[in-house]
């Protein structure tokens, strides 16, 4: 049986936990976009898109490990920020990409440095995640990839690509229609799951918002 004070504590954090979840299952889940575009007019619009703030959900699943983290990313033309924190809020990771590379900053405050994102994120985490790709296929826009395919409504359905040895390939398995002043409205992913050998990456993108 459980002394009085680890019992105390054991229920505070049951209530945490089930409060958390609770959150999370109210949050507010974007209609999935039914607009059709014309793929080239629609291309050069992601292409525009420079500067966005997001923030989502990912799901890490390999033979050896799982995870599950919430993430926040910020772009402009200078720098990308991502940010992972866990589902109770301590950041995990915050890594920061410029022309000059990347810098990432843990939870105990240490820093490092490396000229490569890809090489850094996969240092720091055991993750392997083509990160340089991803600030574009985030968007919908499959740029660098070998092939592509579009779906009823002429946004990418799926690509793929080959990195070294590495064949990456990204299913857009739904989107959301968002709406700014400037770009009018416009359907960017909801849900993504990117795929490599037997590792999986899925992608919910609770809220998008555009700057130009």
Request: glycine share 6%; aromatic share 10%.
């Given at each position: 049986?459980?002394k009085?004070s680890?019992?105390?504590?054991?229920?505070?954090?049951?209530l945490?936990i089930?409060?958390?979840?609770?959150?999370?299952?109210?949050e507010?889940v974007?209609?999935?976009s039914?607009?059709n575009v014309q793929?080239?007019?629609?291309?050069?619009?992601l292409?525009?898109i420079?500067?966005?703030?997001?923030?989502?959900?990912?799901?890490?699943?390999?033979?050896?490990q799982?995870q599950s983290l919430?993430f926040t990313?910020?772009?402009?033309?200078?720098?990308?920020q991502?940010r992972l924190t866990?589902f109770?809020?301590?950041?995990?990771?915050n890594?920061?990409?410029?022309?000059?590379?990347?810098?990432?900053?843990t939870s105990?405050?240490?820093?490092?440095?490396?000229?490569?994102?890809?090489?850094l994120?996969?240092?720091l985490?055991?993750?392997?995640?083509?990160i340089?790709y991803?600030?574009d296929?985030?968007?919908g826009?499959p740029t660098?990839?070998d092939?592509?395919?579009l779906?009823d409504?002429?946004?990418?359905?799926?690509?793929n690509?080959l990195?070294g040895l590495q064949r990456?390939e990204?299913?857009?398995?739904?989107?959301?229609?968002v709406s700014?002043?400037?770009f009018g409205a416009?359907?960017?992913?909801y849900?993504?799951?990117l795929t490599q050998?037997?590792?999986?990456?899925?992608?919910v993108?609770?809220?998008w918002t555009?700057?130009?």
């Open positions: 049986m459980l009085p680890l019992s105390q504590t054991f229920n505070q954090l049951l945490l089930f409060t958390t979840l609770y959150l999370a299952g109210c507010s974007p209609e999935e039914q607009l793929f080239e007019p629609h291309r050069q619009r292409e525009s420079q500067n966005y703030q997001l923030r989502g959900k990912l799901g890490y699943l390999s033979p050896d799982r919430n990313w910020n772009r402009t033309p200078e720098a990308s991502l866990s109770l809020g301590q950041t995990v990771l890594l920061t990409i410029t022309p000059e590379g990347a810098k990432a900053v105990d405050g240490e820093v490092y440095r490396h000229p490569s994102p890809n090489a994120v996969y240092q985490t055991g993750l392997v995640l083509p340089t991803m600030q296929w985030i968007k826009l660098a990839a092939n592509f395919t779906n409504t002429n946004t990418v359905a799926t690509l690509k990195t990456w990204m299913q857009y398995l739904s989107y959301q229609t700014s002043a400037e416009i359907p960017l992913p849900k993504m799951q050998s037997d590792f999986t990456l899925k992608i993108i609770s809220k555009l700057n130009g």
